[in-house]
């Protein structure tokens, strides 16, 4: 975690402490007021009614002074807090709700289609097709910055609490790869920050010359990920850490054809094979040559 992380979440932290004090005192001083005559006391303060003895020989002056105090100070907090809130990383406090809701809820491991691959082997199997009105151009395959991160995504970004029980479960990060799925949400959020106002101000061709893939997260980080999901089952608000890990790798593979050396050469054999061995496909039932097997011919 960056230094500015840690600051973030102490004064988060100060202000819930602080928060709770000064509710704490506001009940103790509201029962003590209520204890003089003319006054009753509305509803019930289990914790304020025990400490209140406390505080029972200061006269009646200092005791609503105190309440007085408490009780603005609280609501100032509150409503500091509530403007603070939206700029730190404490937001997950509104976003983690709505996070759930939208969630995957099917298998983890399933890897949804890519709409623009569906439409291009669509129109590799009807010619005539590409020719029609629907048939334009996907603009880019996949994820390389901050304006091609659907908005599921984003919404992940925004709602982690960074508590890190991702990484802790994450088998490439334990085993000393570079890769932590905390990290890889939290630079989606920086740089969606950073780069957000300007997309708002200038529209698509806004360039800062930095990307999310190369400036925040590397390319060895996302290789190290074996997408076995560990991370968003651990997760206590559902983010979904290998969606975005994947949608950068299909950038990598489909835009700059940077797949690792040996993804290549399974790539190579199942488009001329069909299959990721190196064999053809007459020779898949070869083994069998000498066995009593139907192979099927
Ligand atoms: S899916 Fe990737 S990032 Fe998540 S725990 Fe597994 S290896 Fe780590
Ligand atoms: S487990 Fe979820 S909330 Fe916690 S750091 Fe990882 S992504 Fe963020």
């Known amino acids: 975690m960056k230094p500015i992380s840690k600051a973030d979440a102490n004064l988060a932290l100060s202000f819930i402490f602080l928060l709770m004090i000064t509710l704490l005192g506001l009940n103790i001083f509201y029962v003590l007021e209520t ?15 025990q400490l209140a003895p406390f505080f029972a020989g200061m006269d009646q002056q200092q005791v609503h002074f105190w309440h007085e105090f408490n009780w603005w100070f609280h609501i100032l907090l509150i409503f ?28 983890l491991g399933k890897v949804d289609n890519m709409e623009s691959i569906t439409m291009e082997v669509k129109l590799m199997m009807d010619p005539n097709a590409a020719f029609s009105e629907n048939a334009e151009a996907p603009p880019k395959f996949g994820v390389s910055d901050a304006e091609d991160v659907n908005w599921v995504n984003y919404m992940n970004a925004l709602s982690c609490t ?41 529209g698509a061709a806004f360039n800062d010359n930095k990307s999310l ?22 997760c206590p ?48 039932m070869n083994w069998a040559e000498d066995l009593f097997v139907n192979k099927g011919d």
């Not at 893939?213 to 651990?234: H, R």
């Not at 890990?245 to 593979?253: E, G, K, P, Q, S």
Request: charged share 20%; net charge positive.
């Open 35 to 49: 204890q003089t005559p003319g006054h009753a006391l509305a509803g019930a303060y289990p914790i304020s009614e």
């Open 80 to 107: 500091v807090f509530a403007n603070i809130l939206p700029y730190s990383k404490h937001f997950h406090v509104f976003m983690s709700v709505p996070n759930v809701f939208v969630s995957k809820i099917g298998p």
């Open 162 to 202: 960074e508590c890190g029980r991702c990484t802790a479960v994450c088998p490439a990060n334990i085993t000393g790869k570079l890769l932590s799925p905390r990290k890889i949400m939290m630079d989606v959020r920086a740089r969606m920050k950073e780069k957000g106002p300007g997309l708002m101000k200038e």
């Open 213 to 234: 893939l190369g400036s925040y997260i590397t390319e060895e980080e996302l290789w190290a990920c074996t997408m076995c999901n560990a991370c968003a089952q651990e």
């Open 237 to 284: 608000v559902n983010i979904n850490q290998p969606a975005i890990i994947l949608d950068m790798r299909r950038y990598l593979v489909l835009e700059k054809s940077a797949a690792p050396a040996g993804l290549n050469t399974a790539f190579t054999n199942i488009e001329n094979n069909g299959a990721p061995w190196q064999f053809s496909q007459q020779d898949r």
